[in-house]
């Protein structure tokens, strides 16, 4: 799966890299906050950054988990609207943080750049939309089986016991995923063990059988870039 900074040229790269200001920022620092009003978008360089809403009745609901050469922030840094979740790092991370004027400035004089964020802010959206309609429409279970086929889009490596999810998650993480209860998780877990559809180890899931688990929702043929966390 291509990430928005490799789909830059070597030589713009560069070019998007002297415009913004690399910072070390470490585990458990907001860099915004859901009613906020955007002031710049981050590169991340290393470390992992964990986007949330919080719900009506004031419970922490988990969107997103951006890693390495994804862009952290919203479309409304460029039309006055207020940002939607909250961004905390969760793993000591190396960003680069580039403020709206350098941007738009960019955007002006170079239309790959301009062309790779719209690209970006479109995807993300529509990444969005989706893990939103899994929850509405394919209920707990369905959501729970989305969240695991987008954690092996994500971060999946492929061993020979099928697909390692190459982060470690706790059955708060995944509830917090999908809006349920930790209890919920670890029945829906405890089932797909015993059918030998995931294993899991020190916190490690691997995806054993995940056409299973892509023949429940009955998945499509949508852009691997649109099924992620």
Known sequence: MKRFFNELSKENQELLLSIGLEINVPSGTFLFYEGDFPESVYLIRSGKVRLSKMTADGKEFSVHLKQTDELVGEVGLFNDMSISVTAEV????????????????????????????????????????????????????????????????SYGVKSDDGILINVQLTNQDIANYIGTTRESVNRMLNDLKKDKIISVDKGFITVRDIQFLKDYLHCGDCPVEICTI
């Not at 004027?101 to 989706?130: D, P, Y």
Request: glycine letters at 4%; proline letters at 0%; one cysteine or more.
């Open 90 to 153: 969760i793993e000591d991370a190396v960003l680069v943080k580039f403020e709206r004027v350098a941007l738009e400035e960019i955007f002006r004089r170079n239309g790959e750049i301009a062309v790779a964020f719209m690209k970006w802010f479109a995807r993300h959206t529509q990444s969005t939309q989706a893990k939103f309609r899994d929850l509405i429409l394919c209920g707990k279970t369905g959501a729970f089986y989305s969240t695991l086929i987008r954690f092996s889009n």
